[in-house]
């Protein structure tokens, strides 16, 4: 079954402790982002991905951090969190071109910086 | 910058009558526009997409119209369900954009109740 995973699903934290959020996708896309979603914010992109070593800042990428060493697999790094970075994230994935390719989008994984 | 409005906000119908969703966006150059269902938990679901050069694209009791003129899309659902109970997002790709990002509506929630 073709699929984005995302762990964890939940998680609480306090401020300042490193943690990492994984990403595993089985389509063998080239192209793989992360999002937040924020009441009244909508979805944003935080970072993206169009293949192995080749990653880009979204449009807030402040806080977060992120690597591309296999091509299933793009874990998001908050070295440091803080409140403001509670929120709910999700991973998505794509073949290149925006014309015709549908975007496929991870469960979600629902963060609490206390 | 591209806008992109979904109005109302939320939606509660009886059981069996038709949905109609709306989602305007500002810039009708568009490669493409993407309808995804949210539900709680369970992250975001594509239902449709629908090609710049097409009016519409349906998929069992989803149809969803697309007038770039006017920089409008409609979603219908037929007949609706409880099941159909979830937040109805659209999408379109940000034209020259690398990494396939993606500019989202707010979203209409939506309750169909039995």
């Known amino acids: 079954e073709a699929q984005v995973t995302q762990n964890p699903r939940y998680l609480i934290t306090v401020t300042g402790k490193k943690l990492t959020v994984t990403c595993s996708q089985n389509?063998?896309?080239?192209?793989m982002s992360w999002y937040r979603q924020d009441p009244g914010l909508g979805l944003r992109q935080i970072y993206y991905?169009?293949?192995?070593?080749?990653?880009d800042k979204g449009d807030v990428p402040e806080g977060y951090k992120v690597s591309r060493k296999e091509k299933r697999n793009f874990p998001l790094i908050l070295e440091s969190p803080s409140p403001n970075q509670t929120s709910l994230y999700f991973c998505?994935?794509?073949?290149?071109?925006?014309?015709?390719?549908?975007?496929?989008f991870g469960p979600g994984t629902r963060l609490l910086v206390l | 910058k591209q806008e992109v409005t979904q109005i109302p906000a939320a939606l509660s119908v009886p059981e069996g009558e038709n949905l109609v969703l709306n989602c305007s966006f500002t810039?009708?150059?568009?490669?493409?526009l993407q309808w995804f269902r949210q539900d709680p938990g369970k992250g975001l679901t594509s239902l449709l997409l629908?090609?710049?050069?097409?009016r519409e694209q349906t998929s069992g009791r989803l149809n969803a119209s697309l007038d770039k003129s006017s920089g409008r899309s409609t979603l219908y659902i037929a007949a609706s369900q409880p099941g159909d109970s979830a937040t109805y997002l659209c999408?379109?790709?940000?034209?020259?954009?690398?990494?396939?990002?993606?500019?989202f509506g707010g979203g209409t929630r939506v309750l169909v109740k039995p």
């Open positions: 810039d009708s150059a568009i490669y493409n």
């Open positions: 998505a994935s794509s073949f290149p071109g925006q014309i015709q390719e549908t975007q496929y």
């Open positions: 389509m063998n896309h080239e192209y």
């Open positions: 991905s169009m293949n192995v070593e080749v990653t």
């Open positions: 629908i090609q710049s050069s097409q």
């Open positions: 999408a379109v790709p940000v034209i020259k954009a690398a990494g396939n990002k993606l500019t």
